[in-house]
């Protein structure tokens, strides 16, 4: 049985845009069919708006900014551009193959290039291999630690086989492939919408003196 989602109960709320990220950049990558078919999943029947972010378009350099990112004073434009698509955001749910007991370099550089972006949002991953990515997830559940970004309680690790794929290591059913985790992956947008809830039920934290 699917668990109750929140949105259901609270059918006025707006439309919170949460980006599914496609975590892998290489060519014949088989990220982004994996990553549509968990946003379609999200997607069904929820009150929040999901959107594809693809890294690959993104296309960002290794982290070339001068400053670090706690500080937001951004030197290039790219950096800019891609603190201001991620501040558009309210959520995210990573997704990604697992590499060599770890996650993909671009990744990581992509996180690295902002800081106070991430800070305070839900956040979870879907993960893929052979073994359903467990390290990986793992090492990026660290990360989002790091960026104080509030975890949700479960992710997704789906078992992609040799048998699943072809010749040109393409899924031949995806579809077959990834139904087994549809009440899963369901399951995170209960959780996204409840956090998402949350957060805009907190009272405003009162203004830190700082220096």
């Known amino acids: 049985m699917s668990p109750t989602n929140p949105a259901r109960l609270h059918p006025t709320r707006a439309r919170e845009r949460t980006a599914v990220i496609i975590g892998?950049?290489?060519?014949?990558?088989?990220?982004?069919?994996?990553?549509?078919?968990?946003?379609?999943?999200?997607?069904?029947?929820?009150?929040?708006?999901?959107?594809?972010?693809d890294l690959a378009e993104i296309n960002l350099p290794f982290l070339d900014e001068?400053?670090?990112?706690?500080?937001?004073?951004?030197?290039?434009?790219?950096?800019?551009?891609?603190?201001?698509?991620?501040?558009?955001?309210?959520?995210?749910?990573f997704v990604f193959p697992q590499y060599n007991w770890g996650y993909p370099a671009p990744l990581k550089n992509a996180l690295d290039f902002l800081y106070h972006e991430w800070h305070d949002k839900p956040a979870t991953s879907v993960t893929y291999g052979t073994r359903g990515g467990n390290k990986g997830a793992l090492q990026i559940h660290q990360v989002l630690d790091g960026l104080h970004m509030r975890r949700l309680d479960d992710h997704v690790e789906i078992v992609i086989t040799d048998d699943d794929v072809d010749e040109n290591w393409q899924?031949?059913?995806?579809?077959?492939?990834?139904?087994p985790y549809?009440?899963?992956?369901?399951?995170?947008?209960?959780?996204?919408?409840?956090?998402?809830l949350d957060t805009q039920e907190q009272p405003p934290a009162a203004a830190s003196g700082g220096f």
């Open 24 to 53: 892998s950049t290489r060519p014949n990558r088989i990220c982004p069919g994996i990553a549509r078919w968990v946003m379609n999943a999200l997607q069904e029947g929820s009150s929040l708006g999901y959107e594809l972010i």
């Open 66 to 93: 001068p400053l670090k990112p706690a500080l937001a004073e951004y030197g290039h434009d790219h950096t800019r551009a891609w603190s201001e698509l991620i501040n558009g955001y309210r959520g995210f749910v």
């Open 171 to 179: 899924l031949k059913d995806l579809e077959a492939t990834l139904r």
């Open 182 to 196: 549809l009440e899963q992956v369901r399951a995170l947008d209960a959780q996204m919408t409840e956090a998402l």
